[in-house]
């Protein structure tokens, strides 16, 4: 028989030496049988519970119901159940527990919070070689600073600004220094907790385009050659750098934004206000903004913006109708490549019937409409 089929078998029949002495075979089921069995404690049950931390901790809390040595003893092989043990069956603090607790960095914290209540060298060190439990000691323990602590959390960028804007309540030069291995910890520090430009800060920020925009405009509040640079690396934070924080136009701003197409026209229309033959250049590099270019920067047609825009049926219209204001064999032989565009090309930009936009949408769904809009002129090509 095994020590489950012996438990087992006592829930039905009742406690016996056999069945009790097979049960304690295992440490958990020497609990269950001392539990819901023998419903009292017994020296062997208890002896083959101690054989397992947890259920040495269980057999002292529900069937003795005080603490022993031994349940203890037992316990204090595992921080976790030491723990549990002196908060809910000593509730009280005692030499091994404590010990033990110390080798594990979370248990150490607790037992300093709910059983200690105080702070004490031994369990600030055990706890200190985790950074989370190091900066919650401080926060939760110690209610404040300690060098052990501050420097075991100086090893992360998240800790040290934490515990510098939580527990410190001030800047630190260790702190400071700890959270400048990262761009986004170095911009939240200068920002709130030095509120104040740093070199080392700044110098940490300007490591990613995006905290050297964002150090400019709200910790320098105002442009630099420095964060100019680094935001330049990146079109998108070279704009608003241009935008928000030179508030004008720079060369190196605009040779930054001339990568992007969209962000080149972006900065004719919003920050140069007016045409520059790179930012048209950049711009004709793709369709949309090459149109856009066109009609709200350049303000009249180009031959370059015209060819951009001219490599799609849909902007060769658009351009034709609201640029060029007029037709031009480019335009109408990219708008007969699609029935729709070819149709509305002979409708507003020709404005009378041609072979080539008849042909486009003969046998379309648009065949109709073209017939309709030149009915007399269509039969007589029809003829």
């Not at 607790?101 to 105080?118: F, G, T």
């Not at 400048?180 to 939240?188: D, G, H, I, K, M």
């Not at 149709?343 to 073209?370: C, G, I, P, Q, S």
Request: proline fraction near 6%; aromatic fraction near 14%; glycine fraction near 0%.
């Amino acid at each position: 028989m095994k020590p489950k089929e012996a438990y087992k078998y006592a829930i039905k029949h009742g406690p016996s030496e056999k069945t009790r002495k097979i049960a304690c075979g295992k440490a958990f089921y020497a609990y269950l049988y001392a539990l819901n069995v023998d419903k009292c404690p017994r020296k062997e049950t208890r002896e083959a519970a101690c054989k397992d931390p947890k259920y040495a901790y269980l057999y002292a809390r529900d069937i003795d119901e005080c603490p022993r040595n031994d349940t203890r003893e037992a316990t204090c092989k595992d921080p976790k159940y030491a723990y549990y043990y002196a908060a809910d069956i000593d509730k009280c603090p005692k030499e091994d527990t404590q010990k033990t607790v110390c080798k594990n960095s979370e248990y150490a914290y607790l037992y300093a919070l709910n059983v200690d209540q105080c702070p004490r060298e031994d369990t600030r060190e055990a706890a200190s070689k985790n950074l989370e439990y190091a900066y919650l000691y401080a926060q939760n323990v110690d209610k404040g600073p300690h060098e052990k602590t501050k420097n075991a959390v100086c090893k992360s960028q998240y800790y040290a600004y934490f515990y510098a804007k939580n527990i410190d309540k001030c800047p630190k030069e260790n702190t400071r220094n700890a959270v400048c291995e990262s761009p986004y910890f170095a911009y939240l520090y200068a920002k709130n907790i030095d509120k104040c430009p740093k070199e080392n800060t700044r110098n940490a920020v300007c490591k990613k385009p995006r905290y050297a925009y964002f150090y400019a405009k709200n910790v320098d509040e105002c442009p630099r050659d420095d964060t100019r640079e680094a935001a330049c690396k990146d079109t998108y934070w070279a704009y608003w750098y241009a935008k928000d924080i030179d508030k004008k136009p720079t060369n190196e701003t605009r040779e930054a934004v001339c990568k992007n197409p969209m962000l080149a026209y972006e900065y004719a229309l919003k920050i140069d206000k007016e045409p520059k033959d790179n930012t048209r250049k950049a711009a004709c590099e793709e369709i949309i903004p090459a149109y856009k270019y066109a009609k709200n920067v350049d303000k009249k047609p180009r031959n370059d913006t015209r060819e951009a825009a001219c490599k799609n049926p849909k902007y060769a219209y658009l351009y034709a109708r609201f640029i060029d204001q007029k037709a031009k064999k480019d335009t109408r032989n990219i708008v007969c490549e699609n029935p729709k565009w070819a149709f509305l090309y002979a409708k507003h930009v020709d404005k009378e019937l041609r072979n080539d936009t008849w042909m486009a949408v003969k046998n379309t769904e648009y065949e109709r409409k073209y017939k309709k809009l030149f009915n007399d002129p269509i039969k007589e090509l029809i003829i």
